[in-house]
């Protein structure tokens, strides 16, 4: 089993940051490719970031580009994800997820299904 804890949520104003952690736990050991994803009300949960089992790859979803960047700490098991000119549509309950996958290490995916575990979630509120 592996435990994925997510924290950093809060309310902030349009223009403002972020930073979200995700912290992963659990047998087997870390690293695994990874991914964010996002809720917002009446909406089905949508990819944000995801990163490879080697960092190497971090597609980003259209709406987000340049504005987050996704990254990990291997060492600490840690996945992060930092927001920068927070607009109010960012709003949304954000999600971490892992996928069990040694290989290949370059992989990543946008599809919620392809995911294996899943946080529990840390909202985030942009007022305009």
């Known amino acids: 089993q592996v435990q994925l804890v997510e924290s950093g949520g809060g309310l902030v104003q349009a223009g403002d940051s972020l930073r979200l952690s995700c912290a992963a736990s659990g047998r087997p050991s870390s690293p695994y490719p990874m991914g964010w994803f996002r809720q917002a009300p009446g909406k089905e949960r949508e990819f944000v970031a995801a990163?490879?089992?080697?960092?190497?790859?971090?597609p980003y979803a259209d709406s987000v580009k340049g504005r987050f960047t996704i990254s990990r700490d291997n060492a600490k098991n840690t996945l992060i994800l930092q927001m920068n000119r927070l607009k109010p549509e960012d709003t949304a309950v954000y999600y971490c997820?892992?996928?069990?996958?040694?290989?290949?290490?370059?992989?990543?995916?946008?599809?919620?299904?392809?995911?294996?575990?899943w946080g529990q979630g840390t909202q985030v509120t942009v007022s305009s």
């Open positions: 990163i490879s089992r080697s960092g190497g790859t971090t």
């Open positions: 997820a892992a996928k069990l996958l040694s290989f290949p290490s370059s992989w990543t995916s946008s599809e919620p299904k392809d995911y294996d575990y």
